[in-house]
């Protein structure tokens, strides 16, 4: 499973997340559902859980913050792509936010990272972004704002 890639393509995508934990997928998955997931399939098999995580997403890198929802069911995947273990990011070149704490052993916060936020913290020294896990109580709106605000400056 730390071969799965999910959404756009290392050639394609703007931004990869780099996430401890898989979705639960369709049981015949094929190719056509990892290149471009079903929003609504993630959601009804990982419940309010992965709907939580791909809101998050959405907030972060929608070009107009007003239509995160509207991105994200329809334009998500093919703008990001869902990586599980380090070694996928080889030769990736654009924005790579490391989620949660599991990659910092291997992918530390660089010294010279900023630091986004106050109760709730990111580390930006872009093209990296080191964030909490997306979840609402690790990952306020308030800190997405903040952090949509640092990464858009680029």
């Given at each position: 499973?730390?071969?799965?890639?999910?959404?756009?393509?290392k050639k394609?995508?703007?931004?990869?997340?780099?996430?401890?934990?898989?979705?639960?997928?369709?049981?015949?998955?094929?190719?056509?559902?990892?290149?471009?997931?079903?929003?609504?399939?993630?959601?009804?098999?990982?419940?309010?859980?992965?709907?939580?995580?791909?809101?998050?997403?959405?907030?972060?890198?929608?070009?107009?913050?007003?239509?995160?929802?509207?991105?994200?069911?329809?334009?998500?995947?093919?703008?990001?792509?869902?990586?599980?273990?380090?070694?996928?990011?080889?030769?990736?070149?654009?924005?790579?936010?490391?989620?949660?704490?599991?990659?910092?052993?291997?992918?530390?916060?660089?010294?010279?990272?900023?630091?986004?936020?106050?109760?709730?913290?990111?580390?930006?020294?872009?093209?990296?972004?080191?964030?909490?896990?997306?979840?609402?109580?690790?990952?306020?709106?308030?800190?997405?704002?903040a952090?949509?605000?640092?990464?858009?400056?680029?």
């Amino acid at each position: 499973m730390v071969d799965l890639w999910l959404g756009a393509c290392k050639k394609e995508a703007d931004c990869v997340f780099l996430l401890p934990n898989a979705p639960i997928l369709p049981a015949a998955v094929g190719l056509s559902f990892l290149t471009r997931p079903s929003v609504s399939v993630l959601i009804e098999l990982n419940g309010n859980h992965w709907r939580k995580i791909l809101t998050i997403m959405s907030k972060l890198i929608v070009p107009r913050y007003d239509s995160w929802k509207i991105f994200r069911d329809v334009q998500l995947f093919d703008r990001v792509g869902v990586a599980f273990s380090v070694d996928q990011l080889d030769d990736y070149k654009g924005l790579v936010f490391i989620v949660g704490n599991t990659f910092r052993d291997v992918w530390p916060v660089a010294d010279c990272a900023q630091t986004i936020g106050d109760s709730h913290q990111a580390f930006v020294h872009l093209p990296y972004v080191w964030c909490p896990y997306l979840d609402y109580r690790q990952f306020p709106n308030v800190l997405i704002e903040a952090l949509r605000e640092r990464i858009l400056e680029k």
